[in-house]
Nanobody, 125 residues
Framework: QVQLVESGGGLVQAGDSLRLSCAAS????????MGWFRQAPGKEREFVAT????????LYTDSVKGRFTILRDNTKNTVYLHMNSLKPEDTAVYYC??????????????????WGQGIQVTVSP
């Protein structure tokens, strides 16, 4: 059974930093794309960041560019999302996603076939 488990969320103040982790099991994602999405209350799930199998090719949504960094450690089968200068509008449930068949960057949720359960990030003003 392939699983993704997120950790590292919580309640922070505006301007603070957080690091989300997503540990995979049941499948080695070293040759596959990983990504992060988020969903705020009353809004649709949106793309945040994606990282290709090589760890070098990344894409970000415009609202997080320069503040968030996606990284991966293939030896640990884990992907990270470093979030700096957090804003209240970053408040959402953050989801880790992976594709077991694709190696390049993906920005559409429908292109991923494995999802984590989600973790809450709340940024107070």
């Amino acid at each position: 059974q392939v699983q993704l488990v997120e950790s590292g969320g919580g309640l922070v103040q505006a301007g603070d930093s957080l690091r989300l982790s997503c540990a995979a099991s049941g499948h080695s994602f070293k040759n596959n794309v990983m990504g992060w999405f988020r969903q705020a209350p009353g809004k649709e799930r949106e793309f945040v960041a994606t990282i290709a199998w090589n760890g070098y090719d990344t894409l970000y949504t415009d609202s997080v560019k320069g503040r968030f960094t996606i990284l991966r450690d293939n030896t640990k089968n884990t992907v990270y999302l470093h979030m700096n200068s957090l804003k209240p509008e970053d408040t959402a449930v953050y989801y880790c996603a992976g594709s077991t068949t694709v190696y390049y960057t993906l920005i559409r949720a429908s292109q991923y076939d494995v999802w984590g359960q989600g973790i809450q990030v709340t940024v107070s003003p």
